[in-house]
């Protein structure tokens, strides 16, 4: 059973430049959550999708925005990329419900030029 | 919003030395606390979590984590590390209050302690 995969693995762009990044959940799983981890920090929650709803949002602005397609799986869209959105981007996967693991990828590294 | 505070950054112990690493919350509602785990090279992956009943919770590899309320902190212990313990251990919270129903919950993360274990 493959667990969360997220691609690319690792991405160059400059300012200004748009970026999409995708993400599979595990099998089964219908919600799919969003992290930044920016170096040396913990990972900050992005958005979260369910029923290809965005559900939850953190604090990040309008240039993040995403999208998941009937088969569950999701992209992460950042538009006038900026110097400090260089990070590594993170996707959980989950079932629906409050008590459910959230299962993580292994993140795509992002470096803004 | 809530907020978790890890207070070390990065801690160097000897194999069999006892571990506690320290986390305390933000938070003025009732919490679901987990701890999350990074061994090199691999992804996020959790150790244990509380939700609500005894404080102490047992996780896997031998971690355990006592939540005390009133002191708003959830530290990580494991009576004798070994060397495969070295990683990085996050911290990290969700509130109840904020799930909408819909969906999962969102979890807040502390900035991590890097553990690093001398055989």
């Known amino acids: 059973d493959a667990g969360v995969t997220q691609s690319p693995t690792h991405l160059i762009k400059t300012r200004g430049q748009q970026v999409t990044l995708r993400c599979s959940p595990k099998?089964?799983?219908?919600?799919v959550s969003w992290y930044q981890q920016a170096l040396g920090q913990g990972p900050q929650f992005i958005f979260q999708y369910y029923e290809e709803e965005e559900r939850q949002r953190g604090n990040f602005p309008d240039r993040f925005s995403g999208h998941q397609f009937p088969n569950y799986s999701s992209e992460l869209n950042v538009n006038a990329l900026l110097l400090g959105d260089s990070a590594l981007y993170l996707c959980a996967s989950s079932w629906a419900g409050m008590y459910n693991e959230q299962f993580f990828g292994p993140g795509t590294r992002l470096t803004v030029l | 919003a809530q907020s978790v505070s890890q207070h070390n950054h990065h801690v160097i112990l000897s194999e069999a030395a006892s571990l506690e690493l320290g986390c305390n919350y933000s938070?003025?509602?009732?919490?679901?606390l987990f701890w999350y785990v990074q061994y090199p090279g691999q992804h996020l992956q959790l150790l244990l979590k509380?939700?609500?009943?005894?404080?102490l919770v047992k996780g896997i590899k031998g971690f355990e984590a006592e939540f005390i309320k009133s002191k708003f902190s959830f530290n990580l212990r494991k009576p004798s590390v070994q060397w495969s313990d070295t990683a990085e251990y996050f911290c990290a919270v969700s509130a109840p209050r904020l799930y909408s129903g819909a969906g999962s919950y969102q979890l807040t993360f502390g900035k991590g302690t890097k553990l690093s274990v001398i055989p």
């Open positions: 099998s089964g799983h219908d919600t």
């Open positions: 938070y003025g509602g009732t919490v679901n």
């Open positions: 509380y939700f609500s009943g005894d404080p």
